[in-house]
Antibody, heavy 124, light 110 residues
Framework: EIQLVESGGGLVKPGGSLRLSCAVS????????MHWVRQAPGKGLEWVSS????????YYADSVKGRFTISRDNARNSLYLQMNSLRAEDTAVYYC?????????????????WGQGTLVTVSS | QSVLTQPPSASGTPGQRVTIFCSGS????????VNWYQQLPGSAPKLLIY???QRPSGVPDRFSGSKSGTSASLAISGLQSEDEADYYC???????????FGGGSKLTVL
């Protein structure tokens, strides 16, 4: 069974930093693109960032560009999201998701499965 | 304001057929494949339809997807109470170099 388990969420003050982790089991992480998607309380889904299998291709939403950094450790079967300069509008549940689709075509991915999410609250 | 436009709500009675539309542009839906996700209350999203009209194993054939031009749709036939959920469409956007989601459609089974 494929499992994605996020951790690292919590309460942080505006301007602070957090590092989210996504532990993956049941698959070999190095063969899949990976993604972060977030959902603010009571709101819809918002794509945050994506990383290709070998980290050659990395993409960010404009709302987080320059503040967030996605990375992966294929040996540890883990995905990360370093979040700096956090703002109140970054408050959300953050989900990691496996990308499935055509090899070397991250833009053709679909997200399956998703983790259960980790809540990040940015507040003073 | 989401890049992909969905109706905020949809409803139907048990057994009915409901269709949720997703409107985009030439840089996203018009060029790339559309995926649909179902989010049950209190749960993480789950893949429902991929590549416009493909169902993952385990998804009932009551769910179907289609795409024409810059619009996509999700149809649910034989509506059941357990279908009450939020539904999201998503596609890659060539101009933004990233994924865009619809705002989500909350389905109510009356």
């Amino acid at each position: 069974e494929i499992q994605l388990v996020e951790s690292g969420g919590g309460l942080v003050k505006p301007g602070g930093s957090l590092r989210l982790s996504c532990a993956v089991s049941g698959i070999t992480l190095r063969t899949y693109d990976m993604h972060w998607v977030r959902q603010a309380p009571g709101k819809g889904l918002e794509w945050v960032s994506s990383i290709s299998t070998g980290s050659s291709y990395i993409y960010y939403a404009d709302s987080v560009k320059g503040r967030f950094t996605i990375s992966r450790d294929n040996a540890r079967n883990s995905l990360y999201l370093q979040m700096n300069s956090l703002r109140a509008e970054d408050t959300a549940v953050y989900y990691c998701a496996r990308g499935v689709g055509v090899e070397a075509a991250i833009y053709l991915n679909w997200f399956d499965p998703w983790g259960q999410g980790t809540l990040v609250t940015v507040s003073s | 304001q989401s890049v992909l436009t969905q109706p905020p709500s949809a409803s139907g009675t048990p057994g009915q057929r409901v269709t949720i539309f997703c409107s985009g542009s030439s840089s996203n839906v018009g060029t790339n494949t559309v995926n649909w996700y179902q989010q049950l209350p209190g749960s993480a999203p789950k893949l429902l339809i991929y590549n416009n009209n493909q169902r993952p194993s385990g998804v009932p054939d009551r769910f179907s997807g289609s795409k024409s031009g810059t619009s996509a749709s999700l149809a649910i036939s034989g509506l059941q109470s357990e279908d009450e959920a939020d539904y999201y469409c998503a596609a890659w956007d060539d101009n933004l170099s990233g994924w865009v989601f619809g705002g989500g459609s909350k389905l109510t089974v009356l």
